[in-house]
């Protein structure tokens, strides 16, 4: 009775001051926490036992000196093996028992439930300029949900920001929701099922790159930043090979398939940088694929993103600015030509010869 005691404190003790977890920085984070330190435990308390055993066994059973005699026989025991087989037996099931209410209350335990897709495609459908074509009719509502999402899939799929590295020769498969959800989902927890997310990023995974897309705002980054406090989806999608999205401090991993879209949810719950790790081997550069995510206040997330904007539209007014020059090298050297001592007609006669020696150029190619 003394050794089951100590036994059992020191499981107790291990499973919960084991140190191997890193900092965790999401709401969902302390519910895997809770099952890792319980099967830590349990897996502490069975080691000490059964390593326990075979050392008191080895000692005390060991061959004495001047003893050259046979060990008694024996065939075996078994109530003693029914005992030794059914007390696993009901650890395996606990542990999975566990971690089924684990993976609902993270969200991963509503696979026919389409609800929150459907709206997100509503709001998507809500916003200017936004278009997502209109399903069959349906026979059901499940039906009618998983064809909703198959568009907002497509749609995403086209995201411009990824149009630079999209492969299209990879087709965005359809779901089929007479058969479930064939890709995988964390989606809402249980008291935000119903309700869209408050931040929505789109992930394309590459090799060996993750881009980040926030539909909303127009703003593409090489880093995931999030504010704390709000819960985020991710739809992540690859360009190539299968990838996998893994935040050690977030308790999360999603898998980035060719030709699906899969899905995250979180809420960030600590200011911080983590890295982002590719969790599924996808080449000879898998190693070195890493970025961060970024959890800022709310108020700091948001001055990143108006910042980003910004710099957008200075971009793309500087690119307006340098296209709109003029083409031509007459008109573009003439307000130069007073300065540098040459007539406006020696500019325009060198502009001629040059135009008439690229036209013979391209006639005969093989020209020295």
């Known amino acids: 009775m003394l050794a089951g005691i100590i036994l059992t404190l020191v499981s107790l003790w291990y499973g919960q001051n084991h140190g191997l977890m ?3 920085a999401s709401e969902e984070a302390p519910l895997v926490d809770g099952l890792f330190n319980a099967m830590m435990t349990i ?3 069975l080691f000490i036992l059964v390593q326990g055993v075979i050392l008191i066994s080895a000692f005390k059973y060991r061959r004495r000196k001047g003893d050259d005699t046979d060990g008694p026989p024996v065939h075996g025991n078994i109530p003693l093996e029914i ?4 007390i696993p037996a009901v650890i395996v099931l606990g542990i999975s028992v566990y971690s089924f209410d684990i993976y609902g209350q993270m969200g991963g335990m509503n696979p026919m439930d389409h609800t929150a897709h459907l709206q997100d495609a509503q709001r998507i ?4 300029g936004a278009a997502i074509a209109a399903p069959l009719p349906p026979s059901s509502e499940t039906t009618s949900a998983g064809m909703e999402h198959d568009h907002l899939m ?3 799929a086209e995201d411009p920001a990824t149009a630079a590295v999209r492969n299209e020769s990879i087709p965005e498969r359809d779901e089929a929701p007479a058969f479930g959800v064939t890709a995988p989902r964390i989606g809402p927890t249980p008291e935000r099922v119903g309700k869209a997310p408050e931040l929505v990023v789109n992930v394309t995974g590459l090799q060996y790159a993750w881009i980040f897309t926030y539909p909303d705002a127009n703003v593409t980054s090489g880093e ?3 504010p704390t406090g709000r819960e985020v989806k991710l739809n992540i999608s690859a360009n190539d090979v299968i990838h996998a999205f893994w935040v050690p401090e977030f308790r999360l991993k ?3 398939i060719p030709g699906r879209q899969t899905e995250l949810r979180f809420t960030p719950s600590k200011v911080g940088a983590y890295p982002v790790i590719c969790a599924e081997l996808c080449g000879a550069y898998h190693g070195v694929m890493k970025t961060r995510v970024l959890v800022e206040a709310p108020n700091d997330f948001n001055e990143w993103l108006q910042s980003q904007q910004i710099a957008s539209q200075e971009d793309l007014s500087k690119a307006i600015a340098i296209n709109s020059a003029p083409t031509a090298p007459a008109e573009f050297l003439a307000p130069y030509a007073e300065d540098m001592g040459i007539q406006p007609e020696t500019i325009q006669q060198i502009s001629t010869l040059h135009h008439a020696y690229d036209h013979s150029a391209l006639m005969t190619p093989n020209a020295s």
């Open 22 to 24: 890193p900092q965790a």
């Open 43 to 45: 897996s502490t308390g």
């Open 83 to 86: 005992l030794w087989t059914a």
């Open 125 to 128: 459908a809500q916003q200017p």
């Open 154 to 156: 497509l749609a995403q």
């Open 224 to 226: 995931l930043h999030v």
């Open 254 to 256: 999603q898998d980035a």
